[in-house]
């Protein structure tokens, strides 16, 4: 499968931003599929997963209540939604389909893609 992040770009502090990953060459209908982030100098982390139903999802502590992950199956992607965007939110953000494994770990996740550049001015 192959996976493109876009959506990105540079907004002030305070602003939002949708993030959209498009799936390609097989359906991610039946996967958990998640957005991680890498910031220059600094390891890639996780920022939210959502399940194959879309019937949950999860974040880590430093997104919650400001950004919201969804999907939609039937056109074969999935998206973030980022409100309240700030300094600390600066990242390459990429999304994969997860494979097994915890959640935080990346080592269990699968096809990264290319990524999307976020800056956020502040």
């Known amino acids: 499968v192959q996976l493109q992040a876009s959506g990105g770009g540079l907004v002030q502090a305070g602003g939002s931003l949708r993030l959209s990953c498009a799936a390609s060459g097989r359906t991610i209908g039946s996967n958990t599929m998640g957005w991680f982030r890498q910031a220059p100098g600094k390891e890639r982390e996780f920022v939210a997963f959502?399940?194959?139903?879309?019937?949950?999802?999860y974040y880590s502590d430093s997104v919650k209540g400001r950004f919201t992950i969804s999907r939609d199956n039937a056109k074969n992607s999935v998206y973030l939604q980022m409100n309240s965007l700030k300094s600390e939110d600066t990242a390459v953000y990429y999304c994969?389909?997860?494979?097994?494994?915890?959640?935080?770990?990346?080592?269990?996740?699968?096809?990264w893609g290319q990524g999307t550049q976020v800056t956020v001015s502040s």
């Open positions: 959502i399940l194959w139903s879309g019937s949950s999802s």
């Open positions: 994969a389909v997860h494979r097994s494994g915890a959640y935080y770990d990346t080592e269990g996740w699968d096809y």
